[in-house]
């Protein structure tokens, strides 16, 4: 492996490396520095270059080369996007609460904002068993938000935390943790950056967390994303029907016959009712509605 360029930040510090093609954060080059051929530590602990000096491009030009392959991987452009964007300018005080089923986009659809609008990107799949353990571990120990998320970077060797409006924290899988879950109104409270969560919703299944249609953290049922030939569905939460045209399919026969078959549960709208209610008293103070 090689290192072909110096990564530095805003504040013109070095941050990291270009090796193989992706950026490595500076720790975790150096935990690894057996397996890359052209770095070395110097007298300080640093690694350095061991011939030639390296170019050195900034975190930002990082990120936009990686938004850029991604569209072009997935070039279609898709409203999810204005709805990112009216998040960011001017309701980003609130986190941003993401849901859909499995292989919808979610996360394809987030990488593209995040990379395309931020310099500074924490990126944590709570589906890694390591990675949830390891932040559950760090919010046991203090309630300040900001000490979470450095101690968690320092500890996983990330880049370090900045807590300013250029960051956001992804927490993607949100439902596999409850306890992380039941914290998103400290980091509302706490945090400078900004925060987006990413949680999966199964037909017929209610997954932790519950977040009903007036309560979720940007209107989140209203924003569900359905892999459909690559179009967006909008699903609203109290009445579970399309709100925009789709391509018909086997898809949208699916979600019908789901429709009704809920509709022939008789508990289910009081069931229904009841969790919207206790949501609403619950997140009141953290929540969007729009």
């Not at 938004?67 to 709805?83: K, V």
């Not at 409270?189 to 967390?209: E, F, M, S």
């Not at 309560?215 to 029907?241: E, F, P, T």
């Amino acid at each position: 492996m090689k290192a072909t360029a110096q990564v530095k930040n805003s504040e013109d510090k070095i941050i990291g490396f270009v090796i193989d093609g992706r950026f490595v954060a500076a720790e975790e080059a150096r935990a690894n520095q057996n397996v890359i051929d052209n770095l070395a530590e110097d007298g300080d602990n640093r690694l350095k270059p061991v011939q030639d000096p390296l170019p050195v491009v900034t975190l930002r030009r990082i990120n936009q080369d990686r938004y850029h392959e991604i569209t072009s991987q997935n070039s279609l452009s898709r409203e999810i996007q204005e709805q990112f964007e009216n998040w960011r300018i001017h309701k980003s005080d609130y986190v941003l609460y993401l849901s859909g089923a499995r292989q919808t986009g979610k996360t394809t659809e987030i990488r593209k904002f995040i990379y395309k609008n931020y310099e500074n990107i924490l990126y944590i799949d709570l589906s890694v068993d390591r990675l949830r353990t390891d932040l559950e571990h760090c919010m046991q120990g203090t309630m300040n938000m900001a000490f979470v998320f450095a101690g968690f970077c320092r500890q996983n060797r990330m880049v370090e935390f900045v807590d300013s409006p250029d960051t956001v924290i992804v927490l993607d899988e949100i439902q596999e943790s409850v306890s992380i879950y039941n914290l998103i109104r400290q980091m509302q409270d706490g945090l400078r950056c900004h925060v987006i969560v990413t949680g999966r919703v199964i037909w017929g299944k209610l997954l932790i967390p519950v977040i009903s249609d007036r309560q979720a953290m940007y209107g989140i049922w209203k924003c569900c994303l359905c892999h459909l030939r690559n179009s967006v569905m909008h699903l609203d939460a109290g009445s579970c029907c399309f709100q925009s045209a789709c391509p018909a399919g086997g898809v949208q026969k699916m979600i019908k016959n789901y429709m009704n078959f809920i509709r022939s549960i008789s508990r289910s709208a009081a069931i229904r009712l009841w969790l919207m209610n206790t949501e609403k008293a619950e997140r009141k103070k953290t929540v969007w509605n729009f």
